[in-house]
T-cell receptor
């Protein structure tokens, strides 16, 4: 099992550009999550999904969109990048039996 | 909704000493409390967790205690080593019928000095 795989690991965007952060898991987990982590801060939930075709907003969804067409994949879309979106983004997954999350290795995004 | 407060934000100890990190939560329905360790530039990794039907859990040098009445839980690391240096996050969630998402504390940066 690869666990949770995120790509890319690093990215620099210009203001106004768009990009998609990819996340895939091979553990057949129903639940998937996107968090952002700013320096000195904890993890803030952006969006989550309880299964294919179902997504919902977390604490800080503005400026982001998600989709969940399959159980395995949960991409995060930034449409008009802003400097405030400079952060490290973590994808995570869990199933109904394991209450804890498995995290991906993260994507460090800089918007200039 | 759930709110998790974590203290201290930074903690420096000498190698061999003990370290204690404390968290409080607000939702009395929360019943699952994990602790994550995040080394610099790495992903958070689950190190220990406790459920609300248990008051204490140990795994070698780390232990977690839970006080449901007071709604707080703590991480205890004994005989600290330099490799324990990292940021530690506590979290809380409801599991079961009305499952909620993990809500994280803001983290504690632990430095273990040789």
């Amino acid at each position: 099992n690869a666990g949770v795989t995120q790509t890319p690991k690093f990215r620099i965007l210009k203001i106004g550009q768009s990009m998609t952060l990819q996340c895939a898991q091979d553990m057949n987990h129903n639940y998937m999550y996107w968090y952002r982590q700013d320096p000195g801060m904890g993890l803030k939930l952006i969006y989550y999904s309880v299964g294919a075709g179902i997504t919902d907003k977390g604490e800080v969804p503005n400026g982001y969109n998600v989709s969940r067409s399959t159980t395995e994949d949960f991409p995060l879309r930034l449409e008009l990048a802003a400097p405030s979106q400079t952060s490290v983004y973590f994808c995570a997954s869990s199933d109904t039996r394991s209450a804890g999350y498995t995290f991906g290795s993260g994507t460090r995004l800089t918007v200039v | 909704g759930e709110n998790v407060e974590q203290h201290p934000s930074t903690l420096s100890v000498q190698e061999g000493d003990s370290a204690v990190i404390k968290c409080t939560y607000s939702d009395s329905a929360s019943n699952y409390f994990p602790w994550y360790k995040q080394e610099l530039g790495k992903r958070p990794q689950l190190i220990i967790d406790i459920r609300s039907n248990v008051g204490e859990k140990k795994d070698q040098r780390i232990a977690v205690t839970l006080n449901k009445t007071a709604k707080h839980f703590s991480l205890h690391i004994t005989e600290t080593q330099p490799e324990d240096s990292a940021v530690y996050f506590c979290a809380a969630r409801r599991t079961g019928g009305s499952q909620g998402n993990l809500i994280f504390g803001k983290g504690t940066k632990l430095s273990v000095k040789p």
